[in-house]
């Protein structure tokens, strides 16, 4: 494609793992389909993120790493702290979005420079309409999320409908429970499960007002979710909501190769060959996957009834264990936990190649802390969940999962914690326990989960391949995309 009729497009991830990561794929979809494909990004940030792209490159894609300062210590932030996983406490949450908005500036001056055709900015970057506005063009707000989590929440937002309830019980029995108002199904939540209601600052409250004004104001909205996943959800969100929407995912099956699997986001702590083995050793289906992300944190004691609950569960499992710090102390094994589980029980501290554990078909299920990358993987693999929200749109995905799509079943408590996660009520392990042996075994209803786990997973896969849904939202996309700048 000769240059001047290449479309150009920037993206703009928030430094955080789950939002650099889904940015670089889609990156690299834009660029499959011959775009030139920038992505910006801060200097500590920089070497995963051109790591992540070196095989695409090698292989002729056009897909470029431009830096931009990053002025944390400014934000009043410790030295070295370029992304949201390395935040240790709540109080340091507002500084790091600060520091993200005092990057406009230099955004704006390399728009001046690059003048791209439009920009494809995450959600959290709200200032980036206002600044693409100035060069006249189009913004883009990126969603790592689904239709259902989006019409939910614009519900809430619109109609709050736990204002006219009680909100001092946190029992999901209690009459804390209200219907979202709206939706295509009727569901149900508890005020507990909302973020604003269990956070103290305004900052969130306040952050969450500027996310969907931007999202309004910007030319529209790209959805990492397949429309055979939720029709009812993406044609609300679209038709009923009226927004502009495109659904381009599942944009991790882009990652075809199996290092590109292995090395995503960060270089995994263990080595992959290794694990490939020891998964091959294993029987279809046989492997409990476990992880919360990585941002979410479990406290000790909660730990300690997980690694009981595995225990007992006699079931084969992958745990990654997260670590903020290098020297963060291991308190909550039990004595001797590793050496009674050697052989079937896998501990990975730190990063895990989660892409390449889903894809393997000795792993049976997932327990994940609902983040919507992490639950898209699984969908895409066809692995069915064992849900443990903590905050966010977390919550929204484990209802998501158990009643909407029914790819899981529910485990975790029912409170919103972030980052202080000492208040939190403890899920005992003989629950852990029964919930795992159940997801695992050979009963009809999990038998029957883990076949429709498999009919959405092939969904998924025809839905990026050429004639599928998220391929032709895309094709449409890119079309107006060239109407529009008249390349
Ligand atoms: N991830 C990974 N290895 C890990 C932990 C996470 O590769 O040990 C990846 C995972 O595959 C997903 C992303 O990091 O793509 C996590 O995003 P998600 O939305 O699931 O959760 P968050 O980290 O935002 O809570």
Request: hydrophobic content about 40%.
């Amino acid at each position: 494609i000769p240059d001047n009729h290449q479309l150009h497009v920037f993206l703009f991830p928030v430094m955080a793992q789950s939002l650099i990561i889904p940015m670089v794929d889609v990156a690299r979809l834009f660029a499959a389909r011959g775009l030139k494909s920038t992505i910006i990004t801060t200097p500590l940030n920089a070497m995963n993120v051109s790591k992540s792209v070196e095989r695409d490159r090698l292989s002729g894609l056009n897909i470029n790493v431009q830096i931009i300062p990053f002025p944390g210590v400014e934000a009043g932030l410790p030295e070295g702290i370029e992304c949201l996983n390395e935040i240790t406490s709540p109080e340091m949450m507002p500084k790091f979005f600060r520091a993200m908005d005092m990057v406009q500036e230099p955004f704006e001056k390399l728009l001046e420079e690059h003048r791209p055709d439009f920009v494809v900015a995450g959600m959290f970057l709200t200032w980036a309409t206002e600044s693409t506005a100035k060069f006249g063009i189009p913004r883009f707000v990126f969603h790592a999320a689904n239709f259902f989590y989006l019409s939910a929440k614009e519900s809430l937002r619109l109609h709050k409908p736990y204002e006219t309830i009680r909100t001092d019980h946190t029992d999901e029995n209690s009459s804390s429970l209200f219907v979202i108002p709206g939706l295509p199904d009727k569901i149900k939540m508890s005020t507990a499960q909302i973020p604003s209601h269990s956070e103290s600052s305004n900052f969130f409250v306040e952050m969450k007002k500027k996310i969907s004004e931007s999202e309004v104001n910007s030319y529209g909205i790209l959805v990492n979710s397949f429309y055979e996943l939720e029709p009812a959800y993406a044609e609300h969100y679209k038709i009923v909501l009226g927004r502009k929407a495109w659904h381009i995912g599942p944009i991790s099956l882009l990652n075809e190769h199996a290092a590109d699997k292995a090395q995503r986001g960060k270089k995994s702590a263990i080595d992959e060959h290794y694990v490939l083995k020891w998964l091959d050793s294993k029987e279809p289906n046989s492997v409990l996957y476990v992880s919360f992300g990585s941002v979410s944190r479990v406290n000790d004691n909660q730990l300690l009834e997980l690694a009981m609950g595995l225990e007992s569960s006699g079931c084969s499992f992958i745990w990654v264990v997260r670590k903020i710090k290098k020297d963060d102390e291991e308190r909550f094994l039990p004595t001797g936990f590793e050496e009674r589980v050697k052989g079937r029980g896998l501990i990975i501290r730190d990063w895990a190649p989660q892409l390449l554990i889903l894809d393997h078909q000795a792993v049976g299920g997932f327990m994940t802390h609902c983040g919507w990358n992490s639950v898209l993987e699984s969908i895409s693999a066809g692995v069915p969940m064992i849900t443990w929200p903590m905050f966010a749109d977390q919550f929204y995905n484990e209802i998501f999962i158990t009643q909407v799509i029914k790819m899981g079943t529910p485990l975790g408590p029912k409170e919103h914690n972030w980052l202080d996660s000492k208040n939190v009520s403890l899920v005992k392990n003989d629950k852990i326990e029964m919930v795992v042996s159940w997801l695992m075994g050979d009963g009809e209803e999990a038998k029957d989960m883990r076949k429709r786990a498999k009919e959405i997973s092939e969904m998924a896969k025809k839905s990026v391949e050429e004639g599928g849904s998220s391929y032709a939202n895309l094709t449409n996309l890119i079309e107006e995309m060239r109407i529009y700048t008249n390349k």
